[in-house]
């Protein structure tokens, strides 16, 4: 079809990003460190819960090479964590070689043209956290605070982008009602609540020392010290459309586990039992709290498929919802999906950022990828993606910039390195790394800073139409 004809029918034809666009991959401390022993997680592998870690992909000592990698691919960002396990190995005690280690990275990058965004948390605990109720502890607050307080006075001249927390509500939901993570319990609601008060207060205050102690403007943009949101967006559909139970569930799982933390940090609003309402007899004093508003400069959001959501009265009330993520819960196929299951659907992405729009603050995507052994399947998922990223800023929406997840393959936590999602392929047993296609194409795109036609056509993407909805 013409070029004209496709736009008089509606389709999106250019998929090409602003120029400043920012690329970017992302990676975590303990997935990818190795030899990483002062944590929960790892004291649970050690224990048999989870697969054993052992050296990962040995990036605490490769991170030199793995970032010229990144660079190389054309990227200027590159998303990292540090290990608190590593700095704070007893309360109050800092390990001044580990804080120099991590020194050395942003340096490292640094010196390849990668801005950093560094996360304090990425789901492990310090031991001596764990074994005092982790994120239920008393010391929780004035522990963790001084933690942010201390990277950002060290780290405060390499680090313009900083993050409290990765994927807050995944995390206390995965220990307190799906037993996921260390300490974790089965449908603890009343247990997930207190952690949600504990993890709003503490973000808040994190956020307040870490904007004091960073006061160097690093990149010159006028800001030293940007907060990002990791927060994790899947868009919610009811599992059957034509069910009004069903289609009310899945606003309140919406409520639940996507905008319950945006609500919290961007307007300052605490709902103690996420249903909707700010109620004065809840156990916690709901209502708004000005500490908690506006302790988020930009929304950061992590999207990898949408979920499927069913009325399910006495699950997690007041929520009352159950959600189904594969074929067979959601008793429907699904066209395209990865090793784990997920379905891919790139409309979601779009979605996500028109969704999370509403909150007036700019947008950025932390991670995206998919789980694929092969290769293919990641090129064509990031070029359907992608496509759906330009087409929101084609509409005006302000996103600044994507990172793929992952670099290289890593450890992805309960299912071990049975999954793989990097740009390049790691060979457990040497260390070595190979670009996959996925990252060939990737690279291409960013160098191009738009995705080229030829793409769209060998990997046989239908062009956007937002007419029907595609």
């Not at 200027?76 to 070689?97: C, K, L, N, Q």
């Not at 709902?271 to 508003?293: K, R």
């Amino acid at each position: 079809m013409c070029a004209a004809c496709q736009r008089g029918a509606g389709l999106q034809t250019s998929y090409s990003f602003p120029k400043g666009f920012i690329w970017g991959a992302a990676i975590s401390a303990y997935q990818t460190e190795g030899n990483n022993i002062n944590s929960d997680w790892d004291r649970a592998a050690q224990e048999g819960t989870y697969p054993v870690n052992g050296e990962a992909t040995r990036y605490y000592t490769l991170f030199d090479a793995d970032h010229e990698r990144a660079a190389s691919l054309g990227l200027t960002m590159f998303r990292i964590s540090i290990e608190w396990a590593r700095i704070e190995p007893s309360p109050g005690v800092y390990d001044e070689a580990e804080i120099a280690h991590y020194r050395s990275v942003l340096e490292s990058l640094h010196k390849r043209g990668l801005r950093p965004i560094v996360t304090l948390h990425h789901f492990t605990n310090p031991l001596w956290l764990a074994d005092d109720g982790g994120w239920r502890s008393a010391q929780l607050k004035e522990r963790f605070t001084e933690y942010a307080r201390l990277m950002a006075s060290r780290f405060g001249d390499l680090v313009d982008f900083w993050s409290t927390l990765n994927e807050p509500m995944i995390y206390i939901a995965g220990v307190y009602l799906v037993n996921q993570f260390p300490g974790g319990e089965i449908l603890n609601m009343e247990g997930l609540k207190e952690g949600y008060v504990n993890m709003a207060f503490t973000h808040a205050a994190a956020v307040e020392a870490i904007r004091d102690a960073d006061t160097v403007d690093t990149d010159g943009d006028g800001s030293p010290a940007q907060i990002v949101l990791v927060q994790a967006y899947t868009p919610t559909d009811p599992v059957d459309p034509d069910d009004p139970s069903d289609i009310e569930a899945a606003k309140r799982y919406n409520l639940f586990q996507n905008t319950s933390f945006l609500d919290t940090w961007v307007k300052g609003r605490l709902d103690y039992d996420f249903d909707g309402l700010l109620e004065t007899t809840s156990p916690f004093p709901e209502g708004i709290y000005d500490e908690l508003a506006g302790s988020v400069d930009i929304i950061g959001f992590t999207y990898y498929s949408r979920t499927f959501v069913m009325d399910s009265p006495g699950t997690l009330p007041p929520v009352n919802a159950l959600p189904c993520l594969l074929e067979l819960m959601c008793n429907r196929s699904f066209a395209l999906q990865g090793d784990n299951d997920r379905e891919v659907y790139p409309r979601g992405i779009y979605r996500s950022i028109r969704d999370i729009a509403s909150y007036g603050l700019p947008i950025f995507i932390v991670e995206n990828g998919v789980a694929d052994k092969v290769g293919n399947l990641r090129a064509r998922f990031t070029v359907m993606h992608l496509m759906q990223v330009a087409r929101a800023l084609s509409e005006g929406f302000n996103v600044l910039g994507y990172l793929h997840w992952s670099l290289t393959d890593n450890y992805e936590w309960a299912q071990g390195y049975d999954m793989r999602f990097g740009l390049y392929h790691v060979d457990y047993g040497t260390q070595e790394r190979t670009l996959t296609e996925g990252g060939s194409v990737y690279s291409e795109i960013v160098k191009a800073n738009s995705i080229p036609s030829e793409l769209i056509e060998l990997y046989n993407v239908p062009e956007i139409n937002p007419l029907n909805g595609n």
